[in-house]
């Protein structure tokens, strides 16, 4: 069993220590030993997403329980190995190695989930700060064959939002099915999730990008690759701004990356909805055309609002479908760091401390922040 020098007994870490409302604490916590098939790792930085805010407030109507008082939030960790567990020698990782905590913290490998790559959906699958320490503290423990690898010369706090935020999107952009060439409106584009999509959109595919947020977020859209913009604020027919854009005929997808009106989506083929809004998800298969695609990615909070408008007429005689996309796979976390590390995508983030982490939440709740935060996990 390999380890590293100077492992302090003690470390700080950021808790839920008030679940259901906007309140976190800095605690200090005993240093865990990694188990069989473990890693103990030193973490320097976890990047903050709406789900920790969704989890922290108990907001998520299908949560099986309620989240628990001293909860370790977060799951976009990066750090280095300092400890391994037995059994780990031939699990490809070694001590000194950075890498990655994602949404899953890890998956049993065995389900039929599992064994049909669809991690997010392991019967037996361990989700980072929600019953499971996360990624808000200086150190964790985590599953040695489940971590990801952080590419060289990638910046840690550059990388971390896209253990969830980028191959969130990108994993939802690829099973949009939209071409190369095609025109994508990304609503919310200059959120934390949207400024991602634009990239990998614009960039990655090679899409056509319309960007639609609030006007302050004009430049981060535009920076990310959009080719066009259109403000919600002063913009009375979403659609026919799209439409004008697009010679008439309106969009081929269109993605829904935050908490904002999708009224232009109705000349969208291709719908992903990335929102946390329950009203991204009303009547979306009335926004698209023919052969058009809902992807579900946004979890509602409080009371869900059904597909509406989901009757077997519309089905056939439009030829619609809808799936669902939660965060990505193993490989496509490798890929989207992959792109990350080539510089076709670069999270536009701050950084803070971790005594910031409520003020983070309540700028997030108020719909104020732009890109996205990553906590510095450094004394």
Same mark, same amino acid.
């Given at each position: 069993m390999a380890s590293a020098p100077e492992i302090p007994k003690k470390y700080k870490a950021a808790i839920y220590d008030k679940p259901g409302s906007v309140s976190t604490k800095i605690v200090e916590l005993d240093m865990p030993e990694p188990g069989a098939g473990q890693v103990l790792i030193n973490l320097t930085h976890s990047g903050v997403c709406h789900?920790?805010? +969704?989890v922290m407030s108990n907001s998520w109507a299908g949560l099986p329980a309620p989240t628990a008082? +001293?909860?370790v939030g977060g799951h976009e960790g990066i750090g280095k190995i300092v400890k391994l567990g037995s059994g780990c020698?031939?699990?490809?990782?070694?001590? +000194?190695?950075?890498?990655?905590?994602?949404w899953m913290a890890g998956v049993c490998d065995t389900c039929e989930a599992c064994r049909a790559g669809v991690d997010a959906s392991c019967f037996n699958g361990k989700i980072s700060g929600y019953y499971t320490p996360g990624t808000f503290q200086q150190y964790v423990v985590s599953q040695a064959n489940y971590v990801t690898p952080i590419p060289d010369g990638l910046d840690s706090a550059m990388a971390a939002p896209m253990l969830c935020a980028g191959v969130t999107v990108y994993s939802a952009l690829r099973k949009s099915g939209a071409e190369s060439g095609k025109w994508v409106v990304i609503l919310g584009a200059g959120g934390g999730l949207g400024h991602l999509a634009v990239q990998f959109s614009a960039r990655a595919i090679g899409h056509r990008v319309i960007g639609v947020d609030h006007s302050s977020k004009k430049d981060i859209v535009l920076e990310s690759g959009a080719e066009h913009f259109i403000?919600?604020?002063g913009t009375d027919d979403m659609a026919e701004a799209v439409k004008a854009l697009t010679d008439g005929l309106g969009a081929h997808a269109a993605q829904v990356s935050s908490l904002l009106p999708i009224s232009l989506a109705a000349y969208c083929s291709v719908n992903l909805v990335m929102s946390a809004a329950n009203a991204a998800y009303a009547n979306t298969l009335d926004m698209l055309r023919f052969k058009g695609r809902v992807v579900c990615v946004g979890i509602p909070e409080g009371k869900p609002i059904p597909i509406t408008s989901g009757t077997p007429q519309a089905f056939v005689f439009k030829s619609l479908s809808v799936v669902g996309s939660a965060v990505g796979d193993r490989r496509e976390a490798i890929e989207t760091l992959d792109f990350a590390a080539r510089g076709v995508v670069k999270t536009h983030f701050r950084t803070e401390k971790m005594d910031k982490l409520t003020s983070v939440f309540e700028e997030m709740e108020a719909g104020k922040l732009k890109g996205r935060v990553v906590l510095d996990l450094s004394d």
């Amino acid at each position: 069993m390999a380890s590293a020098p100077e492992i302090p007994k003690k470390y700080k870490a950021a808790i839920y220590d008030k679940p259901g409302s906007v309140s976190t604490k800095i605690v200090e916590l005993d240093m865990p030993e990694p188990g069989a098939g473990q890693v103990l790792i030193n973490l320097t930085h976890s990047g903050v997403c709406h789900s920790d805010y +969704g989890v922290m407030s108990n907001s998520w109507a299908g949560l099986p329980a309620p989240t628990a008082e +001293g909860q370790v939030g977060g799951h976009e960790g990066i750090g280095k190995i300092v400890k391994l567990g037995s059994g780990c020698e031939t699990s490809g990782v070694k001590v +000194g190695d950075r890498v990655g905590i994602k949404w899953m913290a890890g998956v049993c490998d065995t389900c039929e989930a599992c064994r049909a790559g669809v991690d997010a959906s392991c019967f037996n699958g361990k989700i980072s700060g929600y019953y499971t320490p996360g990624t808000f503290q200086q150190y964790v423990v985590s599953q040695a064959n489940y971590v990801t690898p952080i590419p060289d010369g990638l910046d840690s706090a550059m990388a971390a939002p896209m253990l969830c935020a980028g191959v969130t999107v990108y994993s939802a952009l690829r099973k949009s099915g939209a071409e190369s060439g095609k025109w994508v409106v990304i609503l919310g584009a200059g959120g934390g999730l949207g400024h991602l999509a634009v990239q990998f959109s614009a960039r990655a595919i090679g899409h056509r990008v319309i960007g639609v947020d609030h006007s302050s977020k004009k430049d981060i859209v535009l920076e990310s690759g959009a080719e066009h913009f259109i403000p919600i604020d002063g913009t009375d027919d979403m659609a026919e701004a799209v439409k004008a854009l697009t010679d008439g005929l309106g969009a081929h997808a269109a993605q829904v990356s935050s908490l904002l009106p999708i009224s232009l989506a109705a000349y969208c083929s291709v719908n992903l909805v990335m929102s946390a809004a329950n009203a991204a998800y009303a009547n979306t298969l009335d926004m698209l055309r023919f052969k058009g695609r809902v992807v579900c990615v946004g979890i509602p909070e409080g009371k869900p609002i059904p597909i509406t408008s989901g009757t077997p007429q519309a089905f056939v005689f439009k030829s619609l479908s809808v799936v669902g996309s939660a965060v990505g796979d193993r490989r496509e976390a490798i890929e989207t760091l992959d792109f990350a590390a080539r510089g076709v995508v670069k999270t536009h983030f701050r950084t803070e401390k971790m005594d910031k982490l409520t003020s983070v939440f309540e700028e997030m709740e108020a719909g104020k922040l732009k890109g996205r935060v990553v906590l510095d996990l450094s004394d």
